[in-house]
């Protein structure tokens, strides 16, 4: 299924179900957020949050930790604007199924706190049915997208 | 797949009768270092009968929602057991972190160490 606004990303990797393997990868993409320049600080430790939450949930919920299947990742990187899909091979999720972990009931549960964080810290997220792919961007306040 | 030795993940300091927890690690990341946070922080309470924990985070600069959920159970521990978790020193960017998901309203968290032992 095509996004209609998905961007072209000129960068695609693939990476085993790995949380070393995915550090590399954020180390990476870190790296070139640097040099490629635009954002604030506090914005590098949004995206560096949303990737982290992002990957892990591939590799954990929607892969199961299984290293036989895959994580696919593509970006786009240009000064104050970042542009990532990522996919599992996971079954997929409906991420309107998870509850609301600010929800005082819910406090003292591990649910969706990952989600939330994502969702306040990008400026765009989309989960593409059935679930195992996540598009986020972020572009900079300083309107250098 | 252990890459990592399993070293102590935290530095410990008695100030009166209460324990203050000082992070080694900058960013409390990854599933393997999270685990044995949690077993360092659960072991306080489970084992050594620490009952007033002061969790300074003057040393962390990034951590992920999987660490907040071992702080979850870590608050609950300490509870269950009649005492108190008291946190400081929390970055602002953490902060944020902290607020988004409620748990700013859960924990009892301070701007210094000098405030949060008086808090005890």
């Known amino acids: 299924m095509n996004q209609p606004d998905s961007p072209h990303y000129p960068?695609?990797?693939s990476i085993p179900s790995d949380l070393e393997e995915a550090r590399q990868l954020q180390d990476?993409?870190?790296q070139q957020l640097m040099e490629v320049g635009g954002f604030s600080e506090a914005e590098i430790f949004a995206i560096k949050l949303a990737l982290e939450e992002a990957l892990v949930n591939a590799i954990k919920h929607g892969n199961q930790m299984d290293r036989?299947?895959?994580v696919h990742v593509a970006f786009r990187l240009e000064t104050g604007?970042?542009?990532i899909q990522i996919a599992d091979e996971g079954p997929g999720f409906d991420p309107d199924d998870v509850p609301d972990c600010t929800d005082p009931e819910n406090l003292e549960r591990p649910c969706g706190r990952g989600l939330l964080l994502m969702r306040h810290y990008m400026n765009r997220i989309d989960y593409i049915p059935p679930g195992n792919i996540v598009v986020m961007s972020k572009w900079s306040k300083n309107g250098q997208a | 797949m252990s890459s990592q030795p399993r070293r102590r993940r935290l530095e410990l300091e008695e100030v009166g009768d209460v324990t203050v927890v000082n992070f080694v690690d900058k960013k409390i990341l990854d599933e393997q270092n999270i685990q044995?946070?949690?077993e360092q922080l659960f072991d306080l309470v489970d084992n050594q009968q620490k009952r007033k924990i002061l969790l300074n985070f003057g040393n962390v600069e990034?951590?992920?929602s999987a660490a907040l959920g071992k702080l979850i159970t870590l608050n609950k521990k300490v509870q269950t057991a009649g005492g108190k978790l008291v946190m400081c020193n929390i970055a602002r960017s953490i902060m944020e972190?902290?607020?988004i998901t409620k748990l700013d309203k859960m924990f009892k968290i301070f701007p210094?160490?000098?405030?949060?032992?008086?808090?005890f």
């Open chain 1, 11 to 13: 960068t695609r990797v």
């Open chain 1, 28 to 30: 990476q993409i870190e």
């Open chain 1, 68 to 70: 036989s299947k895959m």
């Open chain 1, 81 to 83: 604007r970042f542009d």
């Open chain 2, 36 to 38: 044995i946070i949690g």
């Open chain 2, 62 to 64: 990034f951590l992920s």
């Open chain 2, 97 to 99: 972190v902290f607020e």
């Open chain 2, 112 to 119: 210094d160490e000098q405030a949060a032992l008086q808090a």
